[in-house]
Antibody, heavy 120, light 109 residues
Framework: QVQLQESGPGLVKPSQTLSLICSVS??????????WSWIRQHPGKGLEWIGY???????YYNPSLKSRVTMSADTSENRFSLKLTSVTAADTAVYYC????????????WGQGTLVTVSS | QSALTQPASVSGSPGQSITISCTGT?????????VSWYQQYPDKVPKLMIY???NRPSGVSNRFSGSKSGNTASLTISGLQAEDEADYYC??????????FGGGTKLTV
């Protein structure tokens, strides 16, 4: 059973960089079978796809966030990460990591989510 | 990329059937079979209910079914039960190699 777990600061100051890690257990991100995604949900709002990464480092990002987003994969630690720069209050959200079983946006396993608040 | 369009809310009585629509464009829903549906209870993690338009993951009730016509995908829930009351989101792969979600639909039973 694959499990994903997000970790990182719950509070980030405006203009700083949000950094999150998703640790994967029960499966290897370097198996090559899946893409690994970040998805966020603003309080009381819908889901927003941020982007995904393949173990080799191939990435695809949401065009609306592309200029501020960087994703990376650490196969030795079996985890992948998200960096979002120049954050504002509008980036306050629950951030989920998820596995894409199809590489075309079929998210079958999700982390529990972590709330990141942007505030001074 | 613009979010897919879903009705904000739908409602139905126990035992009835309801359908939730998800409208996109010829660059996403209309172009690919990669439409998924997710169920989310308040403060819980989304759960995959339908993938590739009309496929159910193991363990998902056959009361849930999906379809697509042109740029609009649909999720139908038959034999509504109280436990189906939740938010539902659609998603689609796009021609830009990205993924877009719908705005979500609150189902009241």
């Amino acid at each position: 059973q694959v499990q994903l777990q997000e970790s990182g600061p719950g509070l980030v100051k405006p203009s700083q960089t949000l950094s999150l890690i998703c640790s994967v257990s029960g499966g290897s991100i370097s198996s090559g079978e899946y893409y690994w995604s970040w998805i966020r949900q603003h309080p009381g709002k819908g889901l927003e796809w941020i982007g995904y990464i393949y173990y080799s480092g191939i990435t695809y990002y949401n065009p609306s966030l592309k200029s501020r987003v960087t994703m990376s994969a650490d196969t030795s630690e079996n985890r992948f990460s998200l960096k979002l720069t120049s954050v504002t209050a509008a980036d306050t959200a629950v951030y989920y990591c998820a596995r894409d079983q199809s590489t075309y946006g079929t998210f079958d396993y999700w982390g529990q989510g972590t709330l990141v608040t942007v505030s001074s | 990329q613009s979010a897919l369009t879903q009705p904000a809310s739908v409602s139905g009585s126990p035992g009835q059937s309801i359908t939730i629509s998800c409208t996109g464009t010829s660059s996403d829903v209309g172009r690919y079979k990669y439409v998924s549906w997710y169920q989310q209870y308040p403060d819980k993690v989304p759960k995959l209910m339908i993938y590739e338009v009309n496929n159910r993951p193991s363990g998902v009730s056959n009361r849930f079914s999906g379809s697509k016509s042109g740029n609009t995908a649909s999720l139908t829930i038959s034999g509504l039960q109280a436990e189906d009351e939740a938010d539902y989101y659609c998603s689609s792969y796009t021609s830009n190699s990205t993924v877009v979600f719908g705005g979500g639909t609150k189902l009241t039973v």
